[in-house]
């Protein structure tokens, strides 16, 4: 049998987000980074409670749509398997990759300079808005003529 692979949820009860959302997108930002690959075994619905202290059918719930959407296949008795990856092409996608590195140093820098993490998640959701709000082959990084 596969072991699980080392995901751990994280459930912030004051987000405003369903739970069982963030299992969603926690695992979809584990495919992504490639911290989890196919084949990989998800903690079981147990393991997530026990962690977490939440209902077994919010696990479940998260699992199916996992599931609907082709990520991840549950196979009974044994559990449930990622099918496939979110990371994109090349060196960039991998969790190691230098531009996490030089993002990490400036989450570093923007935490020095008194950022709070909405702050930060804040500012770096514009960034990503206003960088991939562009039509293709538009050079002009975001909206800045409209």
């Known amino acids: 049998m596969a072991e699980s692979a080392a995901v751990e949820f994280r459930i912030d009860r004051r987000s405003g987000i369903a739970t069982y959302l963030q299992i969603v997108q926690?695992?979809?930002q584990a495919l992504r980074l490639g911290v989890l690959e196919p084949g990989d075994r998800l903690p079981t619905a147990r393991e997530v409670v026990e962690a977490t202290a939440i209902n077994p059918n919010t696990v479940l719930k998260a699992y199916r749509e996992l599931e609907r959407e082709g990520l991840v296949e549950a196979r009974r008795g044994l559990g449930t398997f990622v099918r496939r990856t979110l990371g994109g092409a090349g060196e960039?996608?991998?969790a190691d990759?230098?531009?996490?590195?030089?993002l990490a140093d400036w989450a570093r820098r923007a935490r020095a300079a008194g950022l709070e993490r909405d702050d930060v998640g804040a500012l770096f959701s514009a960034v990503l808005e206003s960088t991939y709000d562009t039509t293709p082959g538009d050079t002009?990084?975001?909206d800045q003529d409209r």
């Open 97 to 102: 990759s230098p531009l996490r590195g030089e």
């Open 140 to 142: 002009d990084q975001g």
């Open 92 to 94: 960039a996608s991998a």
């Open 26 to 28: 926690q695992t979809k």
